[in-house]
């Protein structure tokens, strides 16, 4: 059974920085792209960033420049480094990744239940 499990979420000023980070343990052989996600009440879950297994990296325009992903393959967590925080930023993230579980089983999206961050002064 895989698990995602996020951490690092909380309360924090506008203009102050938080670092989650995910880590994906269980049965696993490889973990493929790995993203993160938030949503807020009554919209849909957007994409905040994402990384593949190479290191190549995508953000939605909201944080480009603000935000990093990065992952650890060695350790199967990803990362996200939000800096410049803004009351918009608040929402629930959630942490995803494309995982094999074993050398012959499909590859399957997996979520974590996810994290809140709330930006407020």
């Known amino acids: 059974q895989v698990q995602l499990v996020e951490s690092g979420g909380g309360l924090v000023q506008p203009g102050g920085s938080l670092r989650l980070s995910c880590l994906a343990s269980g049965r696993i052989y490889s973990i493929y792209a790995m993203g993160w996600y938030r949503q807020t009440p009554g919209k849909e879950r957007e994409l905040v960033a994402g990384i593949s297994r190479g290191g190549s990296t995508n953000y939605a325009d909201s944080v480009k420049g603000r935000f990093t992903i990065s992952r650890d393959n060695t350790k199967n967590t990803v990362y996200l480094q939000m800096n410049s925080l803004k009351p918009e930023d608040t929402a629930v993230y959630y942490c995803?990744?494309?995982?094999?579980?074993?050398?012959?089983?499909?590859?399957?999206?997996?979520w974590g239940k996810g994290t809140l961050v709330t930006v407020s002064s």
């Open positions: 995803n990744a494309f995982i094999q579980a074993t050398l012959v089983s499909r590859g399957m999206d997996y």
